[in-house]
């Protein structure tokens, strides 16, 4: 028989567990949810130590204020399935939703932070994964499949066309566990940005 649909339920306050069963993983159990506004200090925390492990903890600006205001908050004890996120609308002042992952014991271990991107050439909306960070006591227990796989579901349920995300390359070990999952090497391309004074000197370049 095969396993029924994961649900993810914003309960953390009563304590409950979700229904979400990991069925693929060495780990029996564990649950996410769309985070609430209570998740926050947890996330800057998850964002400091993701930093921290890709050298560049200077570099965190986020605060608890900055994420209150720019990420889709789930309300309380309200149910959500990966398929069907129920959150504040997503907004380009609010842009980016977050899932929150616990372990076996109730305690948080990973986090995926993302929003909405469009592929012109298909026409189709997608996810674009701003960060996957699953805690260093917590790895390879399938933690990182499972956030990757919930929000998969949540692009094939909306019709769209691509989940991606990019990854350091000195991390041989995500790169390698990417791969293993299906995703591939966007090797054609290179990224590009431009920020703080570069930004509004573009802004202002016809002025």
Request: proline share 5%; hydrophobic share 40%.
């Amino acid at each position: 028989m095969a396993p029924a649909p994961c649900k993810v339920r914003h309960a953390r306050r009563e304590g409950m567990l979700s229904d979400c069963w990991l069925k693929y993983s060495p780990v029996s159990e564990m649950n996410a949810h769309w985070i609430m506004m209570v998740d926050v200090s947890t996330i800057l925390q998850l964002i400091r130590e993701l930093a921290d492990y890709e050298h560049e903890l200077d570099a965190v600006e986020a605060t608890e204020a900055t994420l209150l205001s720019t990420i889709a908050f789930a309300p309380d004890n309200v149910e959500s399935t990966s398929t069907a996120p129920n959150t504040e609308p997503t907004s380009p002042s609010r842009p980016a939703r977050c899932l929150l992952l616990f372990n076996e014991q109730d305690k948080p271990a990973g986090m995926a932070l993302y929003f909405y991107n469009y592929s012109t050439w298909r026409a189709k909306a997608g996810i674009y994964l701003e960060d996957l960070f699953v805690r260093e006591t917590e790895r390879k227990k399938g933690y990182g499949k499972k956030l990757l796989v919930e929000l998969a579901k949540e692009v094939v349920a909306t019709n769209g066309g691509r989940l991606e995300w990019s990854v350091l390359k000195w991390n041989e070990p995500s790169i390698k566990f990417y791969e293993s999952i299906g995703a591939k090497a966007m090797d054609e391309w290179v990224g590009m940005r431009v920020d703080r004074e570069n930004l509004t000197k573009l802004a202002r370049l016809l002025d």
